[in-house]
Nanobody, 111 residues
Framework: QVQLVESGGGLVQAGGSLRLSCAAS????????MAWYRQAPGKQRELVAA???????NYPVSVKGRFTISRDNSKNTVYLQMNNLKPEDTAVYYC?????WGQGTQVTVSS
């Protein structure tokens, strides 16, 4: 069982940036896909970024060009760089690998 711990959330003004980190304990293989999701109050959890074993990435239109997912396999860590943040990006952000989820980190963007 993999355990995931997110960090890096916080309060930021619109237009600002944050970098989220997700550290995995246990053996993570470099070919495994990892992803970031978010869930805003009253809304369903949605995918915001995914990275595959060959480092190809996938983003929804809502964050494309503003968010960047990356991974450091030597540290068992996946990152989410978020730039030009908007109030609608406010949510709890979760990382996921296989069927394991982290506890989430709150991101709040003020207008």
């Amino acid at each position: 069982q993999v355990q995931l711990v997110e960090s890096g959330g916080g309060l930021v003004q619109a237009g600002g940036s944050l970098r989220l980190s997700c550290a995995a304990s246990g053996r993570i293989f470099s070919f495994e896909a990892m992803a970031w999701y978010r869930q805003a109050p009253g809304k369903q959890r949605e995918l915001v970024a995914a990275i595959s074993g060959d480092d190809s990435t996938n983003y929804p239109v809502s964050v494309k060009g503003r968010f960047t997912i990356s991974r450091d396999n030597s540290k068992n860590t996946v990152y989410l760089q978020m730039n030009n943040l908007k109030p609608e990006d406010t949510a709890v952000y979760y990382c996921k690998i296989r069927t394991s989820w982290g506890q989430g980190t709150q991101v709040t963007v003020s207008s």
